[in-house]
């Protein structure tokens, strides 16, 4: 579904990206791990065309989107959500959702005036319908800004599901979260992947990458060094070395 | 009365040409060129009604879509710079628009006079309302109908999804773009709504002035279109209309009787009212409290 092709990404003299090589199948929880600084977060920002490629090819469902900016990426079917959660905070939970709704479906089922300044039944209870699946729907008029924490995540990816993506790609979506609010996150991105959504998760928690995914790959300064299940990822000594550090030097960690 | 018919006049414009920058406002963007698109609306309006006799609804209407369509024109190139940079950059659009009129003559005789803009001389004898016998009184309600038009147009604007989109952008670009907004699109369209609705402020200002000059049309009116959307706020448009009231009715002419003070007390009152209420006089909360104090319905949720 998503290919990438020894995709590279230099910031002046930093390798951020560095040849790298992923396909994403249809239908799976992808994993994407590796140290701070490995170029996760980057990775992420190539696919959705914020910042632009080196070298390398991003192929989605067979198209090439290498060079396409981040709406034309959306309208093809990549959604995303941020590490630090970016809503609009000054507008209402509702809006929040209804200006992302710019699905290509959406797009040509209605006329200019129509989507712009009208609003069609449809449209409003889709929006409904993912206040409910954020939990939210009881602060529908509040503004966004002032939600709890866990609150803005929920919405935040409410809003990636309003484009109705193919693809979502999620960089860090439990950061900053409890171990109970983990757990639902494991159970909502669960119900999306049976519900046929496919899925890159960018993440540091392991008890959530490990417990949901299909596949997994750890990058490290840039690079592919692992790829696999979760079992062999967690036996693969490249991993533990690059998260723990070479076995004379390892005093700790909790990878 | 006389006084306070322009009073009203001058309000009625000024809210015009502050609602043209709090549509670009709104976008995030901060434009110092409402002025120029202000007087292109003004000289193209003038020159209808004056050199080949239009009546001045038609003549306000092709000024400020010549208007709209020179933002148009100069949304793509200037919208690619941010903060600062577009700042300067349509400030240098404002002060060219400004110097084309210093330069431009174009006169006619009419009925043994000559009529036209003549350069730095100004375009004088733009006599539509006198000559078809408007009081101040009819040029006064004439303005404020215009007025109300625009500030419902974009209520209502407002309230649709255009107007959250239009906010999404302002509020944060990347996340805008992410969630599939053309930010060139939204933009260059704000631009364009803009420099209309200035345009139309300008055909109106034009005629009740009678008299235009390209020094009408400088700095100082570019950063008055911006002081009222930032000094009142974006959360809906009559924060803006409250700005004007307060600037043009209580700064400009209330403190007249202190003379050069009063520009001082301005810049001081500027920045206060950014200090104390960063978002404007009405800000979300004070929005919602007003709501909730009309509506009757207990305190304000925001």
């Given at each position: 579904m998503l290919a990438l092709d020894g995709l590279s990404k230099h910031f002046g003299g930093v390798r951020a990206v560095d040849g790298l090589d992923l396909e994403v199948r249809q239908g799976e929880i992808f994993g994407l791990i590796g140290p701070n600084g490995s170029g996760k977060s980057t990775t992420v920002n190539l696919i959705c065309g914020v910042f632009p490629v080196t070298t390398g090819e991003i192929r989605f469902e067979g198209r090439n989107i290498t060079r396409a900016p981040p709406h034309v990426c959306l309208a093809a079917g990549i959604a995303r959500t941020f590490q630090n959660i970016r809503l609009f905070g000054h507008l209402s939970v509702w809006q929040n959702l209804w200006v992302a709704q710019n699905a290509m479906a959406d797009r040509k089922a209605s006329g200019f005036l129509n989507r712009w300044f009208g609003g069609s039944a449809r449209a409003r209870q889709e929006v409904e319908a993912l206040l409910e699946f954020a939990g939210v729907a009881a602060k529908a008029d509040d503004l966004a800004g002032n939600l709890s924490f866990g609150e803005q995540r929920r919405l935040e990816l409410a809003r990636a599901l309003a484009a109705k993506p193919s693809l979502l790609l999620l960089d860090e979506p439990a950061a900053g979260m409890n171990v109970e609010e983990v757990g639902q996150l494991r159970e909502r991105l669960a119900k999306l992947r049976d519900d046929g959504m496919t899925i890159l998760l960018v993440e540091h928690v392991m008890e959530l990458v490990m417990g949901v995914t299909d596949r997994i790959a750890v990058l490290n300064f840039g690079q592919k060094i692992a790829e696999g299940t979760p079992e062999e990822i967690q036996n693969d000594p490249l991993v533990r070395e690059a998260y723990l550090g070479a076995p004379q030097s390892a005093g700790g960690g909790n990878a | 009365m006389d006084f306070y018919l322009g009073l009203a006049q001058i309000i009625g414009v000024h809210t015009i040409l502050g609602l043209s920058a709090y549509v670009v406002m709104l976008t995030g963007q901060l434009s110092?060129?409402?002025?120029?698109?202000?007087?292109?609306?003004?000289?193209?309006?003038?020159?209808?009604?004056?050199?080949?006799?239009?009546?001045?609804?038609?003549?306000?209407?092709?000024?400020?879509?010549?208007?709209?369509?020179?933002?148009?024109?100069?949304?793509?190139?200037?919208?690619?710079?941010?903060?600062?940079?577009?700042?300067?950059?349509?400030?240098?659009?404002?002060?060219?628009?400004?110097?084309?009129?210093?330069?431009?003559?174009?006169?006619?005789?009419?009925?043994?006079?000559?009529?036209?803009?003549?350069?730095?001389?100004?375009?004088?004898?733009?006599?539509?309302?006198?000559?078809?016998?408007?009081?101040?009184?009819?040029?006064?309600?004439?303005?404020?109908?215009?007025?109300?038009?625009?500030?419902?147009?974009?209520?209502?604007?407002?309230?649709?999804?255009?107007?959250?989109?239009?906010?999404?952008?302002?509020?944060?670009?990347?996340?805008?773009?992410?969630?599939?907004?053309?930010?060139?699109?939204?933009?260059?369209?704000?631009?364009?709504?803009?420099?209309?609705?200035?345009?139309?402020?300008?055909?109106?200002?034009?005629?009740?002035?009678?008299?235009?000059?390209?020094?009408?049309?400088?700095?100082?009116?570019?950063?008055?279109?911006?002081?009222?959307?930032?000094?009142?706020?974006?959360?809906?448009?009559?924060?803006?209309?409250?700005?004007?009231?307060?600037?043009?009715?209580?700064?400009?002419?209330?403190?007249?009787?202190?003379?050069?003070?009063?520009?001082?007390?301005?810049?001081?009152?500027?920045?206060?009212?950014?200090?104390?209420?960063?978002?404007?006089?009405?800000?979300?909360?004070?929005?919602?409290l007003l709501k909730g104090l009309f509506t009757g319905r207990g305190h304000a949720r925001t």
């Open positions: - | 110092l060129a409402q002025a120029g698109f202000f007087a292109i609306g003004a000289y193209v309006a003038g020159m209808l009604t004056v050199l080949a006799g239009f009546h001045i609804v038609p003549a306000m209407l092709v000024g400020a879509v010549l208007a709209g369509l020179m933002a148009f024109i100069v949304g793509f190139p200037a919208l690619r710079v941010k903060g600062l940079m577009l700042v300067i950059a349509t400030l240098a659009f404002g002060e060219f628009v400004r110097l084309f009129f210093f330069n431009f003559d174009y006169q006619i005789s009419k009925g043994g006079i000559t009529v036209g803009p003549l350069g730095g001389e100004g375009f004088r004898q733009i006599r539509f309302f006198p000559e078809n016998g408007w009081t101040s009184l009819d040029v006064m309600l004439f303005v404020w109908a215009v007025v109300i038009i625009v500030m419902a147009a974009l209520w209502w604007m407002d309230r649709s999804r255009a107007g959250a989109v239009l906010r999404a952008v302002g509020e944060d670009e990347l996340a805008a773009q992410s969630a599939g907004i053309n930010l060139t699109v939204v933009k260059v369209a704000a631009m364009t709504a803009g420099g209309f609705i200035a345009g139309l402020g300008g055909g109106i200002y034009a005629h009740y002035t009678t008299h235009i000059e390209h020094l009408n049309f400088g700095v100082i009116l570019a950063t008055f279109a911006i002081a009222y959307p930032i000094l009142g706020g974006l959360s809906n448009v009559f924060g803006t209309l409250v700005a004007v009231i307060f600037i043009q009715g209580v700064l400009v002419e209330g403190l007249r009787f202190m003379g050069d003070w009063r520009n001082l007390l301005f810049g001081a009152l500027i920045v206060l009212a950014m200090n104390v209420r960063p978002r404007g006089l009405f800000d979300e909360r004070a929005t919602a």
